[in-house]
Nanobody, 115 residues
Framework: QVQLVESGGGLVQAGGSLRLSCAAS????????MGWYRQAPGKQRELVAT???????NYADSVKGRFTISRDNGKNRVVLEMNSLKPEDTAVYCC?????????WGQGTQVTVSS
């Protein structure tokens, strides 16, 4: 099992920036990728960005050019830098760690962007 603890998030005005961080513990040797997903009220959870052990990165089209994902494998940490935030970015952001067997999820952190 992998445990994930997120930090960051909060309230910001449109155009502002936030930084989310996620630290993994437990069976971290089994992780093959980490990433961030988000869920807005009344909507399904959607991918924001993922990064593999090899450094391959995938972004949702809606965040390309504004968000940057990075990973410190030595510290088992993944960071999401969010710039030029828009009200439509408002959601609960959850950290994800994928292994060959399953997915682990953090508890989620609220990001609210005011217009």
């Amino acid at each position: 099992q992998v445990q994930l603890v997120e930090s960051g998030g909060g309230l910001v005005q449109a155009g502002g920036s936030l930084r989310l961080s996620c630290a993994a513990s437990g069976n971290t040797f089994s992780i093959i990728a980490m990433g961030w997903y988000r869920q807005a009220p009344g909507k399904q959870r959607e991918l924001v960005a993922t990064i593999s052990n090899g450094g391959s990165i995938n972004y949702a089209d809606s965040v390309k050019g504004r968000f940057t994902i990075s990973r410190d494998n030595g510290k088992n940490r993944v960071v999401l830098e969010m710039n030029s935030l828009k009200p439509e970015d408002t959601a609960v952001y959850c950290c994800n760690a994928r292994t060959w067997a399953d997915d682990s999820w953090g508890q989620g952190t609220q990001v609210t962007v005011s217009s």
